[in-house]
């Protein structure tokens, strides 16, 4: 089983730039799909970027699209999430998991946080 461990995150003012990395250990990273998720206070976790296992494939959901750029590097076993023009709306914790495919990523890490100040 793969294990996935976050960094990067922190606080922010808005506008700014985060990129978060997420390391990967365990099994072998360039056969999995992976993502970026998002869980805000009182919301539900949701999908923000995917990527598939050779990185042919990307999909971003609406409301960060512009602003996010997902990466792997298969050679690092690191999964990389770009983040720009950051807003307040994207306070969360940000998890990264992994799966067999870009729609079917069940295994996650602990999570970093997030914070953009106004």
């Known amino acids: 089983q793969v294990q996935l461990v976050e960094s990067g995150g922190g606080l922010v003012q808005a506008g700014g730039s985060l990129r978060l990395s997420c390391a990967a250990s365990?099994?072998?990273?360039?056969?999995?799909?992976m993502g970026w998720a998002r869980q805000a206070p009182g919301k539900e976790r949701e999908f923000v970027a995917r990527?598939?296992?050779?990185?042919?494939?990307?999909d971003y959901t609406e409301s960060m699209k512009g602003r996010i750029t997902i990466s792997r590097d298969n050679a690092k076993n690191t999964l990389y999430l770009q983040m720009n023009n950051l807003e307040p709306e994207d306070t969360a914790v940000y998890y990264c998991?992994?799966?067999?495919?870009?729609?079917?990523?069940?295994?996650w890490g602990q999570g970093t946080q997030v914070t953009v100040s106004a």
């Open positions: 365990g099994s072998t990273f360039s056969i999995f799909a």
């Open positions: 990527i598939s296992a050779n990185g042919g494939l990307r």
């Open positions: 998991a992994a799966g067999p495919n870009m729609f079917r990523l069940h295994v």
